[in-house]
């Protein structure tokens, strides 16, 4: 991902490439330059760059997935500090997709049966995916449970498929789905591109993807 995010910025009048952090460079000398710092490395790095971003009080866009909860805290904590787009998913139709699914849940009840289905390539490590989670979290909350045990998952893994989700809620007497589908990893560039010209000048705090498409805090 970082190679696509650097390779789209000559794309954006307003964007220049400042450097790509590579272990064993000095993050500091980068990030010290930049107006922004987009991460998508692995979630050990993450803790090296959220130091960084925090000592230099840089913006950060976030699109790590699988971090654990010791790491969570840590992007909470530098949100204190800095403004902080973080998203498992930066695709500007997941966002659509999760306020959709959010206000159909809210409106149809615990009455619909919720099942939330996922195919990803099959090097793809974590299962559900993040967005799956992202989805069922957004469901359930919406119906005023505090975790996602109202939502069953299904998941695949096959071939090179970049992502496929379908969210279908269902009664005994009919059946609404909701599906969307990737046909390119550049989806995630533009959008985590979207959310660097979006953070920059915002307040501290803990951002998502919704904020930046729909211009309000997620809380």
Request: charged letters at 25%; one cysteine or more.
């Amino acid at each position: 991902m970082g190679q696509a995010i650097a390779a789209s910025i000559p794309q954006h009048a307003n964007l220049d490439l400042v450097g790509n952090w590579q272990r064993g460079q000095n993050i500091d000398e980068l990030v010290a330059d930049a107006d922004v710092v987009i991460d998508f490395s692995l979630p050990e790095a993450t803790e090296c760059v959220l130091e960084a971003v925090v000592r230099h009080r840089k913006p950060l866009v976030c699109g790590v997935s699988g971090l654990n909860d010791a790491q969570l805290t840590l992007l909470d904590e530098a949100c204190r500090t800095i403004p902080l787009v973080f998203d498992r998913n930066m695709s500007l139709g997941i966002a659509v997709l999760e306020r959709s699914v959010r206000d159909a849940a809210a409106a149809l009840g615990d009455k619909f049966e919720v099942r939330v289905s996922e195919v990803h390539h099959e090097h793809k490590k974590d299962a559900p995916s993040g967005t799956a989670l992202k989805l069922g979290e957004a469901i359930a909350s919406s119906r005023g449970h505090r975790g996602d045990d109202s939502v069953q998952y299904e998941v695949e893994r096959r071939g090179e498929v970049p992502g496929e989700h379908k969210v279908s809620m269902a009664s005994a007497t009919e059946e609404l789905i909701f599906a969307h589908s990737v046909t390119t990893r550049q989806v995630f560039v533009e959008g985590a591109l979207t959310a660097a010209q979006w953070v920059v000048g915002r307040p501290p705090g803990r951002y998502s993807m919704q904020d930046v498409l729909f211009g309000q805090r997620n809380l």
